[in-house]
């Protein structure tokens, strides 16, 4: 399939060995590359084993099939890495936005970040993404020279701006940031290594927000199924996954339940990643970027649906 097959580095891909490096200078490793060891640091992390227990949507006890924080990140490595690979971006890099994305996510999901934000609205409030940074530059003590994980910078970035600029060009905050100011924790970090919060982040990043997308898009439904809150009769109005169970019904008959929601999820996976490649070939077709810097710049995300 198209999805599958690799090409050249893209000339606007983020590559590894011309990273604006990390807070702490650090010996070159042997075998890997910056963005590689990003990924092995953020796997081997305290904060990436407490996923494993984090609600997605069901609490985790519940059943064993029910997706937590955990697996619902290795879904999002997974679609990560295969539009990043269709799209000739940098694989690593992706995954390791895509393995760091949810590390600051309390439990209990959305609905537990908004009462936290309420608790410590007296404090300027709690934010996932600006706890995440904390997490992977201050919170994680592991190293014997440093606090945090000492990720690179092009991490970073991605792991703060992944849904676009937090500010404009002057320094005002934009978005979701618009009301009440950048969260504390971004600032601070900011100005000690300037994340250019103005501007997008790499096709990378944005990559991985859009996987996130795709695997909460896809697989809510297979666990909502599972929980019986609604029916497969009940979704096939939305018109695209009425035409998908149409021709899972035409190509495979009466199969059972489970098979053929699966083939629902799994036809539905496909369709959203194939048209993430098909929009953002039309993009770069369109805006023509020569490096990651010109992706960055850009007066729209280079990558979307």
């Not at 000690?192 to 697989?219: C, F, G, N, P, R």
């Not at 029916?231 to 169970?245: A, M, Q, R, S, Y």
Request: hydrophobic share 40%.
């Amino acid at each position: 399939m198209a999805i599958e097959t690799g090409r050249e580095r893209a000339v606007y891909a983020a590559n590894p060995a011309q990273s604006r490096g990390r807070r702490y200078a650090e010996p070159a490793s042997a075998g890997r590359n910056a963005f590689r060891r990003d990924c092995d640091r953020i796997i081997h992390s305290t904060a990436f084993r407490r996923l494993a227990h984090k609600t997605q949507v069901f609490i985790y006890h519940e059943g064993d099939h029910y997706r937590t924080r955990l697996t619902h990140t290795l879904e999002v490595v997974q679609i990560a890495r295969s539009v990043a690979r269709a799209l000739g971006l940098d694989e690593d890099l992706a995954e390791a936005l895509a393995l760091a994305h949810d590390l600051g996510h309390p439990p209990f999901g959305h609905a537990g970040e908004r009462a936290l934000d309420e608790c410590l609205s007296g404090a300027g409030g709690f934010d996932h993404n600006a706890q995440a940074l904390r997490i992977v530059t201050d919170l994680e003590r592991r190293y014997a020279a440093f606090d945090g994980l000492n990720l690179s910078w092009e991490t970073l970035e991605g792991l703060v701006k992944h849904n676009g600029p937090l500010v404009d060009r002057e320094g005002t905050p934009v978005g979701r940031y618009a009301r009440h100011g950048l969260p504390a924790a971004i600032a601070a970090y900011s100005k000690i290594q300037d994340l250019e919060l103005w501007s997008y982040a790499s096709a990378e990043a944005q990559v991985a927000a859009l996987s996130d997308d795709i695997a909460y898009d896809a697989h809510d439904i297979d666990d909502g199924l599972r929980a019986n809150l609604f029916t497969l009769d009940d979704i096939g109005e939305v018109p695209l996954i009425g035409k998908i169970l149409s021709t899972i019904d035409v190509q495979y008959g009466d199969i059972d339940l489970p098979r053929r929601a699966h083939e629902l999820v799994r036809a539905l996976i496909t369709r959203m990643i194939e048209d993430v490649i098909a929009e953002s070939g039309r993009r770069v077709t369109m805006l023509k970027p020569k490096s990651a810097v010109e992706v960055r710049e850009a007066p729209r995300p280079i990558m979307g649906f």
